[in-house]
């Protein structure tokens, strides 16, 4: 589940770029232009948990031509591209260049970038996920206080043109690839210049969040995908449009007095222990209401992997075990801060 914005990224897109051969996989490129929430387990049924959100390896080429762009190419800074991938890509992008008959010039900048592809689908099993998503994003708005929860329409995923990012909407697709593009920012050229290009897929949804740098978002782009996953994700994408506005501040303010890196490194640690305690309580409680208790044991088996990576899930979850999922968001939503310092107390 990713989460992006103009200003920052909440997952680590470097962790597949960075991946054992992903500069062998590098390509070159020429430029071009490139409800009602149910009351009966019968009534939701969830056949999407029992197939895979994970694509097979595709051509990058493939991606690019036949998939739906999510949101627009952003930028990814080049301070987080270790010095030693950064001078082997650069090195592939001149014999890019070269192979194309163009020199290259030592003022020559390399600049990255990332993009999503969703990949559209008609299926039963995405026309139940719709659905389930549709009765999640009731259930928050009824049960709950103190979340913004804009209105979202739920769909399946349009073919062969971008999604609008101009408000908020809600997608489901069948798979999710990630884009890296490497290329030269400070060419200036009548033709289009050569660039590297490596597309992978990621069994995870998408949340792209316009505004809330400062206050609450402006619009976002919610995509989902099949998988046991999604029986949380819908709860979680929607819960994070409330705290991205506070942890983009909170990265700002860290900024001041440590690493930029470091402090986004941080609150995204925080920010994600608390969607996904929430997430999981809350999804809890929805299989009760939609009598598919037998979804339990894999609800919490997710949220324990989940744990693992991120330190604060564990006490936050207790905590809104003993206190109510309400007192929780209540209490985040006075001061986000002082409830994140009694776990770094104690």
Same mark, same amino acid.
């Given at each position: 589940?990713?989460?992006?914005?103009?200003?920052?990224?909440?997952?680590?897109?470097?962790?597949?770029?960075?991946?054992?051969?992903?500069?062998?996989?590098?390509?070159?490129?020429?430029?071009?232009?490139?409800?009602?929430?149910?009351?009966?387990?019968?009534?939701?049924?969830?056949?999407?948990?029992?197939?895979?959100?994970?694509? #097979?390896? &595709?051509?990058? +080429?493939?991606? $690019? %031509? /036949?998939?739906?762009?999510?949101?627009?190419?952003?930028?990814?800074? *080049?301070?987080?591209?270790?010095?030693?991938?950064?001078?082997?890509?650069?090195?592939?992008?001149?014999?890019?260049?070269?192979?194309?008959?163009?020199?290259?010039?030592?003022?020559?900048?390399?600049?990255?970038?990332?993009?999503?592809?969703?990949?559209?689908?008609?299926?039963?099993?995405?026309?139940?996920?719709?659905?389930?998503?549709?009765?999640?994003?009731?259930?928050?708005?009824?049960?709950?206080?103190?979340?913004?929860?804009?209105?979202?329409?739920?769909?399946?995923?349009?073919?062969?043109?971008?999604?609008?990012?101009?408000?908020?909407?809600?997608?489901?697709?069948?798979?999710?690839?990630?884009?890296?593009?490497?290329?030269?920012?400070?060419?200036?050229?009548?033709?289009?210049? #050569?660039? &590297?290009?490596? +597309?992978?897929? $990621? %069994? /995870?949804?998408?949340?792209?969040?316009?505004?809330?740098?400062?206050? *609450?978002?402006?619009?976002?782009?919610?995509?989902?995908?099949?998988?046991?996953?999604?029986?949380?994700?819908?709860?979680?994408?929607?819960?994070?449009?409330?705290?991205?506005?506070?942890?983009?501040?909170?990265?700002?303010?860290?900024?001041?007095?440590?690493?930029?890196?470091?402090?986004?490194?941080?609150?995204?640690?925080?920010?994600?222990?608390?969607?996904?305690?929430?997430?999981?309580?809350?999804?809890?409680?929805?299989?009760?209401?939609?009598?598919?208790?037998?979804?339990?044991?894999?609800?919490?088996?997710?949220?324990?992997?989940?744990?693992?990576?991120?330190?604060?899930?564990?006490?936050?979850?207790?905590?809104?075990?003993?206190?109510?999922?309400?007192?929780?968001?209540?209490?985040?939503?006075?001061?986000?801060?002082?409830? $994140?310092?009694?776990?770094?107390?104690?």
């Amino acid at each position: 589940m990713s989460r992006i914005s103009a200003a920052s990224s909440r997952r680590d897109f470097l962790r597949s770029t960075l991946a054992p051969g992903f500069l062998l996989a590098l390509t070159p490129f020429k430029s071009s232009a490139v409800s009602m929430i149910a009351s009966k387990a019968a009534s939701l049924p969830l056949y999407f948990t029992e197939i895979t959100g994970l694509g #097979p390896e &595709l051509p990058t +080429a493939t991606i $690019i %031509e /036949r998939f739906t762009p999510l949101h627009p190419e952003l930028e990814l800074p *080049t301070d987080r591209m270790p010095n030693r991938k950064s001078a082997a890509i650069k090195t592939a992008l001149q014999n890019a260049f070269h192979e194309s008959g163009l020199p290259w010039k030592e003022h020559y900048e390399v600049a990255f970038s990332y993009q999503h592809f969703g990949v559209p689908d008609q299926s039963r099993e995405l026309a139940e996920l719709v659905r389930y998503s549709e009765a999640a994003m009731s259930y928050l708005k009824s049960r709950y206080t103190g979340l913004f929860t804009p209105k979202i329409q739920w769909q399946l995923l349009p073919e062969h043109y971008p999604v609008e990012n101009d408000r908020f909407a809600g997608y489901v697709g069948r798979f999710t690839y990630h884009l890296v593009k490497a290329y030269v920012s400070n060419i200036h050229m009548d033709e289009p210049a #050569p660039y &590297l290009a490596h +597309a992978q897929p $990621i %069994e /995870r949804a998408i949340n792209y969040i316009q505004g809330g740098k400062q206050e *609450t978002p402006s619009a976002g782009t919610i995509f989902l995908v099949p998988g046991i996953s999604s029986m949380m994700a819908p709860f979680s994408e929607l819960i994070h449009l409330s705290f991205h506005a506070s942890a983009q501040a909170q990265i700002a303010e860290l900024s001041k007095t440590m690493d930029a890196g470091a402090a986004r490194q941080h609150v995204r640690n925080v920010t994600e222990s608390l969607v996904e305690s929430l997430s999981y309580s809350i999804a809890e409680s929805f299989m009760h209401d939609i009598e598919h208790t037998e979804k339990l044991p894999t609800i919490k088996y997710m949220a324990d992997n989940l744990a693992a990576k991120f330190s604060y899930m564990p006490q936050i979850t207790r905590t809104i075990k003993a206190r109510g999922v309400q007192s929780v968001i209540n209490e985040v939503q006075d001061d986000m801060t002082d409830f $994140i310092a009694q776990f770094d107390h104690g």
